[in-house]
């Protein structure tokens, strides 16, 4: 698949880039702030967009609702949170998003969980 | 007492008092003048005759006119002391009883949180003095609350900053921990292997130990509002007991849940999971390997219902009970040495329990093992209607 990966923290994105890469030989474009996020969405092709809540710019739930509203709408956004943004996490599936992966998450189940929200997701559009 | 009955309390007072005094004196004057020139004149007019019969007749009217005298005196004695009553109710009504009431209703308000707390023109007296101390007393507490909703509200964003910053460098080490000890980047020798498997199960204990911090901290700042619904109890019990089943294979015990009629509770699923999970995680610590640790649920009719967590440890004596639901102890001894957590599970367990208006508790005995409990007020057959502890 090929993968947008939106994640302010240099560490958390290398180590998913390098996890999705490695484990789930994924091709992964990994951007810093929201705005970066939202401008590669729309013009290229990707399979999936993995979005951080909090970023600089633009957060993850603004990000995630310009790309519903804008021509690449029907990508797929699985969001990456933190345990305490729970209320977040409600607003994300609110406005389009098709799952979230808690943070901290493991290396080995995170290739998992996205295979796992993304067979929903393909069973729930057919 | 309304100040339109003040009112007329005080008119009625003021027009007794002056009617009679007034009524009184005149009374009085006439009786007194009339009295005294009908005597003089009886007495000028029978003076040729018997003196003696004229000095008694004298006396006999002068003793009747003293005792009209005497009556109109109790007379007027009588009105004076109902119309100083009237006066009396008046002021007691409108110095002390109604200011008192009006006390009485800001003190009440001020109880339930409407905080109209000012008289806005204490008056001169004792009574004003109490209403400027209540006065100034208001502002102080309003200003005290003030300063800890502002304290209150630095502590839940330090509580969410926190959160947020313990959590990102957490998971950029246990990510990295995580893909090289799945051997994402090449095999690794035994040596190096074990060091990180040391460093990923310690950091999973960092991690577990600043979610309690964090969680404790947030339930004590009332930051974690219940999610509550109706959940089949059978499925949060599996999906724990699911949850837990690496640290259980793990720690070589088994978990056996007993069988009982489906149930549903009112609850929040994530917290009850927590707690459940708690226990079990406790349970399993102390646990031989032999024997499982049980899940029994006690299901009785307008009771609360309750969850046992049974292990057959070494069990507790009652010193040991007594600090187990308190932030950072555990029942340690010379037979039962530190396990490694927070000291936290327990207290955290406690305090959602409470939140969901249950109660939490343990049966144990030395040697016997113990059975830790909790109860949720709310819950029902899946089969019949709702059952609601008394």
Known sequence: MKILLAEDDESISKITKMTLELIGKHKVTAVFDGEHACKLANEKDFDLILLDGMMPKMNGLDVCRAVKAGPKGSVPVIFLSAKSQESDIREALRVGAIGYIQKPFEPATVCQQIEKIMKEYGEKVA | ?390
């Not at chain 2, 007072?13 to 009786?31: C, H, N, P, Q």
């Not at chain 2, 005196?73 to 002390?96: K, N, P």
């Not at chain 2, 300063?147 to 950029?172: G, V």
């Not at chain 2, 406690?350 to 030395?366: M, R």
């Open chain 2, 1 to 390: 007492m309304k100040p339109i009955q003040l009112k007329i309390t005080f008119i009625i007072a003021t027009v007794l008092l002056l009617v009679f005094i007034f009524g009184g004196l005149v009374t009085y004057s006439i009786a007194d003048i009339s009295k005294y020139n009908t005597s003089k004149i009886e007495t000028l007019s029978k003076t040729p005759g018997d003196l003696s019969e004229v000095y008694i007749k004298n006396w006999q009217n002068q003793i009747k006119y003293k005792e009209k005298k005497i009556w109109i005196f109790a007379g007027l004695l009588l009105m004076t002391i109902i119309s100083g009553l009237f006066f009396l109710r008046h002021y007691l009504i409108s110095r002390i009883f109604a200011p008192l009431f009006e006390m009485t209703v800001k003190m009440l308000d001020f109880l339930n949180g409407k905080f109209s707390y000012t008289f806005e023109t204490p008056t001169q007296d004792e009574m004003g003095q109490l209403q400027t101390t209540f006065n100034s007393m208001a502002q102080e507490v309003l200003r005290n609350m003030e300063e800890l909703k502002a304290l209150d509200e630095a502590k839940s964003d330090f509580l969410n900053i926190a959160s947020h910053e313990l959590r990102t460098p957490m998971t950029s080490i246990k990510g990295s921990l995580g893909l090289i000890t799945a051997g994402a980047l090449g095999k690794l020798n035994d040596e190096v292997m074990s060091l990180m498997k040391i460093a990923e199960s310690e950091t999973d204990r960092l991690i577990r130990l600043t979610n309690d911090i964090l969680d404790m901290a947030k339930i004590e700042a009332r930051k974690m509002p219940l999610k509550q619904g109706w959940c089949n109890l059978e499925d949060i019990l599996n999906k724990t007991i699911e949850g837990l089943l690496g640290f259980s294979t793990a720690s070589n015990v088994k978990i056996k849940l007993h069988e009982f009629r489906p149930i549903s509770v009112f609850a929040d699923p994530d917290r009850f999971q927590q707690i459940l999970t708690n226990l079990l995680s406790n349970a399993i610590k102390f646990s031989p390997t032999s024997k499982p640790v049980e899940v029994i649920v006690v299901a009785q009719q307008s009771k609360q219902i309750v969850i046992q967590v049974r292990d057959h440890g070494k069990g507790m004596s009652p010193e040991q009970k007594s600090v187990l639901f308190q932030k950072f102890r555990q029942a340690t001894s010379a037979d039962n040495p530190l396990v490694k957590g927070t000291g936290l599970g327990l207290a955290i367990a406690k305090a959602l329990v409470e939140e969901h208006h249950g109660e939490i508790g343990v049966d144990s005995k030395p040697n016997e093992g113990s059975t830790f409990f909790f109860t949720l007020p709310q819950w029902k057959y899946n089969d019949l209607a709702e059952m609601k502890a008394s």
